[in-house]
């Protein structure tokens, strides 16, 4: 992600390793994901931005890396002060896939919510964030395929995950995390989600 003033460019490619019952394991790179995020409010206690993503299909989606379509994903990034040590950061977008099958594609909702605390400082640059995190997925249309049902109707389901995580920021351009999610609805894209991140800004 680069950019100056209020307007920067994204660019994302994601590596995964996973393990599914219906295509058994795959690794390697998922969807190309492009966008711009735009800075509409920034002050010490509030922060918004408008997010928008363009998911270009270039995972394998025979091995569930990849969608094999066109997504777009517009959101709204909101980052709350609490306090001098507490923070909640909120997305709130809408994922809308373009050139699926018209049967099967259908819009999601997404919202993901983290409080994040500031645990303790090393030294005084270097604080280490606690974060609890929940995300949701809202299907608003659309098919999946059961193993055993076949085509069921996604409409009206929300998954919903809950976990935390760490976080260092070694300086004002350098953090790096883990961070671990685990289902806690009935259904669910992943049953246990683990994420290691590793951030330089520029």
């Not at 049967?103 to 270097?126: E, F, H, M």
């Not at 280490?128 to 995300?135: A, I, Q, R, V």
């Not at 997925?137 to 049902?149: A, E, I, K």
């Amino acid at each position: 992600e680069g950019g100056s003033g209020s307007l920067t460019v994204l660019a994302e490619m994601r590596y995964r390793s996973q393990e599914a019952e219906s295509v058994g394991q795959a690794v390697g790179f998922t969807d190309t994901v492009i966008g711009t995020k735009t800075l509409l409010v920034d002050c010490e206690l509030l922060q918004v931005s408008m997010l928008f993503k363009t998911h270009i299909p270039s995972g394998a989606f025979g091995k569930g890396l990849g969608t094999g379509h066109v997504s777009l994903e517009p959101a709204l990034l909101v980052g709350l002060k609490l306090s001098t040590t507490t923070y909640l950061q909120a997305h709130v977008g809408e994922w809308i896939p373009l050139g699926g099958d018209p049967s099967y594609s259908g819009a999601i909702l997404k919202v993901n919510t983290s409080l994040n605390q500031d645990l303790c400082r090393l030294i005084p640059d270097v604080p280490l964030f606690g974060t609890l995190e929940m995300n949701s997925l809202s299907f608003q249309d659309g098919l999946y395929t059961d193993p055993v049902l076949g085509a069921m109707k996604s409409s009206g389901e929300t998954y919903v995950s809950l976990g935390g995580g760490l976080r260092m920021f070694v300086c004002d351009r350098v953090d790096f995390g883990f961070g671990a999610l685990f289902a806690v609805t009935r259904n669910y894209l992943e049953r246990q989600q683990y994420r290691a991140e590793f951030r330089y800004r520029f």
